[in-house]
């Protein structure tokens, strides 16, 4: 399988009563044989983080998601702290692609800044990250 390219969009809404989800967004591989997507990702209190020029994920995904042929997910109801979260491809073989780059942020939930915070990243995986309030 060919390796995954996708630009991957973190977008986070919080309500409220300062729930948030992060809705997750990428676009389509373009290979004939594609069957899925599935979403890795870490959370706060999960194994593999550490505190150095802020907060990096080391360890293995503890939460996945098969998503199905779609190109968006949402992580509900999460909680201030780091979070990690990386895509793959698989075709109708079984055969999974690499991770996606893996794009790590501090969600403060307590917060709804007014304009959206982009990260480029290496190429070809671009991040935007807006949190809204309801």
Do not use: C
């Not at 591989?29 to 983080?49: F, H, M, R």
């Not at 997910?73 to 073989?93: E, H, L, M, N, R």
């Amino acid at each position: 399988m060919k390796r995954l390219f996708l630009i991957l969009a973190i977008i986070v809404m919080a309500t409220a009563a300062q729930a948030a989800d992060i809705l997750v967004s990428w676009n389509a591989n373009t290979e004939a044989d594609l069957a899925g997507y599935k979403v890795y990702y870490a959370q706060p209190g999960d194994s593999g983080w550490t505190l150095a020029d802020g907060y990096v994920f080391e360890g293995d995904f503890e939460h996945v998601q098969d998503v199905g042929n779609v190109t968006t997910y949402t992580i509900p109801d999460i909680v201030q702290g780091p979070y990690a979260i990386a895509v793959t491809a698989y075709d109708t073989s079984g055969n999974e692609s690499d991770y996606s780059e893996v794009t790590t942020k501090y969600f403060n939930v307590m917060e709804t800044p007014n304009v959206p915070v982009v990260h480029v990243m290496q190429s070809p995986v671009t991040i935007t990250i807006t949190i809204q309030g309801e």
